[in-house]
Protein backbone atom coordinates (compact mmCIF):
# COMPACT_ATOMS: atom_id res chain seq x y z
CA UNK A 1 0.00 0.00 0.00
CA UNK A 2 2.65 2.26 1.31
CA UNK A 3 4.50 1.91 -2.34
CA UNK A 4 1.00 2.25 -4.15
CA UNK A 5 0.51 5.46 -2.91
CA UNK A 6 4.11 6.35 -3.37
CA UNK A 7 3.97 5.62 -6.59
CA UNK A 8 0.65 7.60 -7.42
CA UNK A 9 2.37 10.91 -5.84
CA UNK A 10 5.52 10.52 -8.40
CA UNK A 11 3.17 10.19 -11.32
CA UNK A 12 1.03 13.03 -9.86
CA UNK A 13 4.32 15.30 -9.37
CA UNK A 14 5.02 14.22 -13.07
CA UNK A 15 1.66 15.53 -14.65
CA UNK A 16 2.02 18.52 -12.79
CA UNK A 17 5.29 19.18 -14.07
CA UNK A 18 4.63 18.15 -17.58
CA UNK A 19 1.41 20.36 -17.87
CA UNK A 20 2.69 23.74 -15.76
CA UNK A 21 3.37 26.97 -17.20
CA UNK A 22 7.01 28.27 -17.17
CA UNK A 23 7.74 30.35 -14.23
CA UNK A 24 8.62 34.27 -15.73
CA UNK A 25 11.97 35.03 -16.35
CA UNK A 26 13.46 37.03 -13.24
CA UNK A 27 13.57 40.53 -14.63
CA UNK A 28 16.59 42.80 -13.58
CA UNK A 29 15.69 45.67 -11.27
CA UNK A 30 17.39 48.74 -11.11
CA UNK A 31 18.78 49.92 -7.89
CA UNK A 32 18.22 53.35 -7.08
CA UNK A 33 20.84 55.51 -5.33
CA UNK A 34 19.45 58.39 -3.44
CA UNK A 35 21.92 62.04 -2.63
CA UNK A 36 22.22 65.42 -2.63
CA UNK A 37 23.52 66.88 -5.58
CA UNK A 38 26.09 69.63 -5.34
CA UNK A 39 29.40 71.90 -7.06
CA UNK A 40 32.53 72.24 -5.39
CA UNK A 41 35.33 73.28 -7.42
CA UNK A 42 33.44 73.39 -10.80
CA UNK A 43 32.39 69.58 -10.21
CA UNK A 44 29.08 68.31 -10.19
CA UNK A 45 29.04 65.95 -7.08
CA UNK A 46 26.51 63.95 -4.68
CA UNK A 47 26.71 62.32 -1.25
CA UNK A 48 24.32 60.00 0.34
CA UNK A 49 21.25 60.67 1.35
CA UNK A 50 22.75 58.36 4.85
CA UNK A 51 25.17 60.87 5.01
CA UNK A 52 23.18 64.14 4.52
CA UNK A 53 21.21 65.70 7.74
CA UNK A 54 20.48 69.02 5.64
CA UNK A 55 20.91 71.16 2.93
CA UNK A 56 20.66 74.49 4.73
CA UNK A 57 21.02 78.28 3.60
CA UNK A 58 24.50 79.39 4.87
CA UNK A 59 24.10 81.44 8.02
CA UNK A 60 26.60 84.00 9.20
CA UNK A 61 29.06 82.40 11.28
CA UNK A 62 31.07 83.13 14.32
CA UNK A 63 34.75 83.11 13.48
CA UNK A 64 36.89 80.63 15.45
CA UNK A 65 40.51 81.56 16.43
CA UNK A 66 43.68 79.31 15.94
CA UNK A 67 42.03 77.19 12.98
CA UNK A 68 42.93 76.69 9.58
CA UNK A 69 41.85 79.43 6.89
CA UNK A 70 39.62 76.64 5.42
CA UNK A 71 37.07 76.54 8.85
CA UNK A 72 34.71 79.22 8.59
CA UNK A 73 33.59 78.83 12.19
CA UNK A 74 30.27 78.23 14.00
CA UNK A 75 26.59 78.62 12.71
CA UNK A 76 23.57 78.35 14.08
CA UNK A 77 21.62 75.97 12.13
CA UNK A 78 18.05 75.04 13.27
CA UNK A 79 18.82 75.67 16.83
CA UNK A 80 22.41 73.27 17.01
CA UNK A 81 25.50 75.22 16.82
CA UNK A 82 27.64 73.43 13.76
CA UNK A 83 31.13 73.64 12.44
CA UNK A 84 31.18 75.12 8.81
CA UNK A 85 34.14 74.64 6.63
CA UNK A 86 34.65 75.95 3.39
CA UNK A 87 34.68 72.35 1.02
CA UNK A 88 36.49 74.28 -2.07
CA UNK A 89 39.36 76.45 0.44
CA UNK A 90 40.19 72.64 1.80
CA UNK A 91 40.21 70.81 -1.49
CA UNK A 92 41.88 73.63 -3.11
CA UNK A 93 44.38 74.56 -0.27
CA UNK A 94 43.34 78.10 0.19
CA UNK A 95 43.01 78.80 -3.54
CA UNK A 96 39.31 78.98 -3.76
CA UNK A 97 36.74 79.52 -1.64
CA UNK A 98 32.66 78.69 -1.96
CA UNK A 99 30.63 81.32 -3.27
CA UNK A 100 27.69 79.46 -2.99
CA UNK A 101 24.59 80.47 -0.08
CA UNK A 102 24.19 76.73 0.92
CA UNK A 103 25.99 74.49 3.78
CA UNK A 104 25.16 70.42 3.37
CA UNK A 105 25.06 69.30 7.00
CA UNK A 106 27.00 66.22 7.23
CA UNK A 107 27.32 63.04 9.98
CA UNK A 108 30.55 60.99 11.06
CA UNK A 109 32.20 59.91 13.65
CA UNK A 110 30.27 61.09 15.97
CA UNK A 111 29.60 65.08 14.96
CA UNK A 112 27.41 67.13 12.23
CA UNK A 113 29.48 69.22 10.09
CA UNK A 114 28.48 72.08 7.60
CA UNK A 115 30.05 71.77 4.21
CA UNK A 116 29.79 75.08 2.40
CA UNK A 117 29.72 74.26 -0.83
CA UNK A 118 29.16 76.33 -4.22
CA UNK A 119 25.93 75.30 -5.17
CA UNK A 120 23.35 73.04 -3.67
CA UNK A 121 20.93 71.32 -6.61
CA UNK A 122 19.33 69.26 -3.99
CA UNK A 123 18.09 65.63 -4.09
CA UNK A 124 18.75 62.93 -6.25
CA UNK A 125 17.64 59.75 -7.73
CA UNK A 126 20.57 57.93 -9.52
CA UNK A 127 20.51 54.30 -11.07
CA UNK A 128 23.49 52.09 -9.81
CA UNK A 129 24.26 51.03 -13.00
CA UNK A 130 25.25 54.37 -14.26
CA UNK A 131 27.99 53.86 -11.34
CA UNK A 132 31.55 53.80 -13.00
CA UNK A 133 35.07 54.17 -11.62
CA UNK A 134 36.71 54.63 -14.54
CA UNK A 135 35.97 58.00 -15.35
CA UNK A 136 38.22 60.59 -14.72
CA UNK A 137 38.25 63.46 -11.52
CA UNK A 138 39.98 66.41 -10.86
CA UNK A 139 43.11 66.01 -8.69
CA UNK A 140 41.77 68.10 -5.90
CA UNK A 141 38.58 65.32 -5.73
CA UNK A 142 40.43 62.33 -6.44
CA UNK A 143 41.05 61.09 -2.61
CA UNK A 144 37.31 61.75 -1.53
CA UNK A 145 35.65 60.05 -4.99
CA UNK A 146 34.51 56.41 -5.15
CA UNK A 147 33.30 56.43 -8.26
CA UNK A 148 31.18 58.14 -11.27
CA UNK A 149 27.58 58.98 -11.91
CA UNK A 150 27.17 59.09 -15.18
CA UNK A 151 23.66 59.79 -16.67
CA UNK A 152 22.10 61.65 -19.44
CA UNK A 153 22.61 65.02 -17.73
CA UNK A 154 26.16 64.60 -17.04
CA UNK A 155 28.83 63.38 -14.93
CA UNK A 156 28.14 62.87 -11.31
CA UNK A 157 31.17 62.39 -9.06
CA UNK A 158 30.15 60.38 -5.64
CA UNK A 159 31.79 62.22 -2.67
CA UNK A 160 32.47 59.69 0.14
CA UNK A 161 32.41 61.74 3.24
CA UNK A 162 33.97 59.03 5.32
CA UNK A 163 37.31 59.59 3.23
CA UNK A 164 36.47 63.59 4.16
CA UNK A 165 35.98 62.92 8.04
CA UNK A 166 38.96 60.35 8.21
CA UNK A 167 41.39 62.24 6.56
CA UNK A 168 43.95 63.93 9.66
CA UNK A 169 44.42 67.10 7.19
CA UNK A 170 40.62 67.64 7.36
CA UNK A 171 40.39 66.55 11.09
CA UNK A 172 42.79 68.35 12.67
CA UNK A 173 42.12 71.69 12.00
CA UNK A 174 43.82 73.39 14.49
CA UNK A 175 46.93 75.77 13.81
CA UNK A 176 47.67 75.77 17.04
CA UNK A 177 50.10 73.25 18.29
CA UNK A 178 51.29 71.67 21.92
CA UNK A 179 54.87 71.36 22.93
Known amino acids: MENRAFNLLRIMARLVADKATPAPAPQEVAQNWHGAAFEVLGTRCVISAEETRLIANLPATLPIPGVKQWVRGLANINGRVI ?21 LVISGRGINTGLAVDASYGGVRLSTEELRTDIP ?3 ELRPYVSGVFSTSNGDYALFDTTRLLTDAEFSEASVITTS
Do not use: M, W
Open 137 to 139: VAD
Open 83 to 103: AIADLSAFLSGGDRIANGKHA
